[in-house]
């Protein structure tokens, strides 16, 4: 079943296809890297999964490299190997420097070291930053 | 031992006190915000979280807000409610927005989705996101 | 000290040997997948974590096959390479159809995604869902 | 800005009732809970949220009983409080007797005690398991 | 169903008075802790569990006091807050002092700091550090 | 520019080189491993982190060993295959024996159970627990 992606274009039924189409329109890529290719097997799951992308990554009152830098922080905090990778070509692609990436990955491993220390110390929040 | 948040500042020693004054020069404030009075209980400790956070979180290639936006991305992957609490504070006073905080929202939902798919339907590494 | 897995069955201790035949006997299956072989570096660890296993996925007010769902969930959020190999293979084997693995991938991102928006919303639990 | 639950419900936007409006339809309910309430900070975001629960949630190859027990099979594993809360009596209400709820937890407990014991034991997946 | 925790002894069973018994006599306390009362509702989930405790945290190869800051040690990694406070103070009764809890807190911080590093710089394992 | 690895010592700038002298001085190694040469991506990220390490990690309360075993656990827990695989082989220099592996896994596996059984009961931290 994990076969899919051997799968020939012509192999995908339409509505893959379809999906796959404005990927590569979108991106202006010749083709749709192997996350897609394997959501394929679940045709729904796919379609609603790239809506999704499309527009929050869509640039807004964030821009793109802002996205895919916080697409990257949340990535390397889960330790999702697929989604470093992917996610640290797209961020490249979008404009980051290598001064950039040396910072967010300081910022990600700082946060996610006084996370442990705000649970471990178990800090109340101060009033003034309660909602 | 948890009691120290409500030490009077006479009662914590001198190192403990510099800190503490760098904290509130560097950022502005009249005051340190319980984190940095919990962490007091280990000067050292406290010493070295603050020469960390104050170097990293500097305007450097990221401008500060990029900075605190990341640093709620992984606090809200985390699920650390303090560090929530006090950085979407800092956002908000580097310059986020209502527009922002709902994109960012949307960004780290979307990646903590897609991490998981990845993970689920085992997706290999293109070879183009190789190093 | 890792080497474990390429012992011969004559080379692992008769308490070892026991639960062995303990989980080819229950599971009608030829030979114990790796995981077991290398848990056997620490018996007393290998048989406890054995007994809870078969306790904990006999059949009972769930079926297997719900149980091999859940097992999934956890071990995709968790990004545990071999539990997701492993669990999603007994699923399939307990009934899991294409279909279903395609839900539970959807809910299994759903639920990461919203498990964040509560996170980052600091939304309050409604008083009807308090115990 | 958190203070938007307390908004009456003629103070949100005509697109924000519409979706609370199709929340209730089609979960028989008089009001949405919070999770929806701080959500509507971002319409947009509002809109997506719900129309992939909708759809995700919906009877299909799984049934509803076993898409709420994954649900919180993720949010215990994650620590979600709000999702923990919310989801066990969107479980109870689906169906779930107190032996699943027991059974429940014990899949999860055990699933995020293997997951680290793999982790640990650097187990490679077996041949048979690779896709 | 959660309201378990308020019933009087007399009303649990015979075979989680049991249990209650034996975590007492075992730790020499007058009574149990929340943990226990509320996994009272299934009363094998209970059995198993305080059986595994019971032989996981006994002295061994590793003395009590190491167990309950490894104990901390993954609970403020997870962000568990029940699991803190309990263990926090299972290892101040253990003999751990304020200074160890403060390197306990710098080490479980700089943990979660290098993983992320070694994950976002996608370091490869060295050939000496392979099993 | 993940080649940097394969970089010659004489292609690392000096403040680089100072680094990898003083961790082969510390740690009497000939070599650093990999994390730190990639690490030397950016230098100050490098500097920072390696002083935090030196310090964190040196003899205090807690012995060298102990703050090994409390490495792999948080290790263990997040799924950081790197960091598991170099804090094991340390771990094993400062002393971890065979028989105190074993029971450092099992502890890991019974809080992360545990830490999930508390969250989805939802226990209140009892009275005597609080700070």
Redesign the interface.
């Known amino acids: 079943?994990?076969?899919a992606?051997r799968k020939k274009a012509s192999q995908f039924p339409p509505e893959v296809l379809a999906v796959f189409e404005d990927i590569k329109r979108t991106r202006n890529v010749p083709d749709v890297?192997?996350?897609w290719k394997?959501?394929a097997?679940?045709p729904?799951?796919l379609a609603?999964?790239w809506q999704?992308?499309k527009?929050?990554?869509a640039p807004?009152?964030?821009d793109p490299l802002?996205?895919e830098?916080?697409?990257?922080?949340?990535?390397?905090?889960?330790?999702?190997?697929?989604?470093?990778?992917?996610?640290?070509?797209a961020a490249h692609k979008a404009g980051m420097?290598?001064?950039?990436?040396?910072?967010?990955?300081?910022?990600?491993?700082?946060?996610?070291?006084?996370?442990?220390?705000?649970?471990?110390?178990?800090?109340?929040?101060?009033a003034?930053?309660?909602?």
């Open positions: 079943m994990q076969k992606r890297n192997n996350f394997y959501l097997r679940d729904a799951l609603r999964t999704d992308v527009q929050v990554m807004g009152a964030l802002v996205k830098l916080l697409y990257v922080a949340v990535s390397v905090t889960n330790g999702c190997g697929y989604c470093i990778a992917s996610h640290t070509a420097t290598e001064a950039m990436f040396g910072e967010l990955m300081a910022v990600v491993a700082l946060a996610n070291a006084t996370n442990r220390l705000a649970n471990g110390y178990r800090v109340p929040i101060d003034m930053f309660e909602p």
